[in-house]
């Protein structure tokens, strides 16, 4: 039923390029009272929603990405797209961006550029890209848990670096004392 009615669907390899996402469907029988009303195709490709009457009611049907709501929110102040002088290469491009969160008492302006991330309460946002005309900015956001893993193997290997150090010393010491008591 709907605008799915017209449509195939086939498989296809996983998008690989950042400005484009997967393409995803489903068919999707809606049962009301035992009885079917019919069956749909959702798709995040197709461009609109489909609708579906019932009992005097209309319920929109669609296949969305899930969301995922934050307790703070973040707004965008300004953008900057530097270029190189004479080419199209980025030299930097960079969001002003405001974070409110008010469960926090917390109001304050953020710079988010190139290698410069935004780390906020366990995500990181990243300036990846922009758009429309330098009106748009595109941010991506990680949630890394594993963050404090690098930090502690650096601090494992220092401490035995330190260690072996320590360890070649003692002997070397050892030696040196041994070989200066064997001449007097």
């Known amino acids: 039923m709907g605008i799915g009615a017209g449509v195939t669907v086939r498989d296809l390899p996983p ?3 950042d400005d484009r996402i ?6 999707v029988e809606v049962l009301a009272g035992g009885q079917s009303r019919g069956t749909w195709l959702l798709s995040n490709g197709l461009d609109a ?4 009457l019932h009992e005097g009611r209309t319920w929109t ?5 899930r ?25 930097n491009f960079s969001s002003l961006m405001h974070l409110s969160n008010p469960a926090q008492g ?4 953020v710079l988010i550029s190139m ?6 309460a366990g995500n990181a946002f990243y300036q990846a890209s922009f758009g429309d005309g330098d009106k748009l900015s595109i941010l991506q956001v990680v949630e890394n848990p594993g963050w404090l893993i690098p930090y502690i193997s650096c601090v494992l290997v220092g401490g ?25």
């Not at 929603?49 to 579906?52: C, F, V």
């Not at 934050?70 to 030299?91: A, M, N, Q, R, V």
């Not at 917390?106 to 302006?109: F, P, V």
């Open 15 to 17: 998008v690989t390029a």
């Open 67 to 91: 969301r995922r709501y934050l307790p703070y929110s973040l707004t965008l102040e300004k953008f900057s797209h530097d270029l190189y002088p004479g080419t199209d290469i980025p030299k």
């Open 22 to 27: 997967d393409q995803r469907a489903v068919v």
């Open 115 to 120: 290698n410069q991330p935004l780390r906020y």
């Open 49 to 52: 929603p489909q609708s579906l």
């Open 61 to 65: 049907l669609s296949l969305r990405a």
């Open 160 to 184: 035995g670096l330190l260690l072996h150090f320590a360890l070649s010393l003692g002997r070397a010491l050892r030696r040196r004392r041994a070989t200066v008591g064997g001449l007097t």
């Open 106 to 109: 917390e109001e304050r302006d």
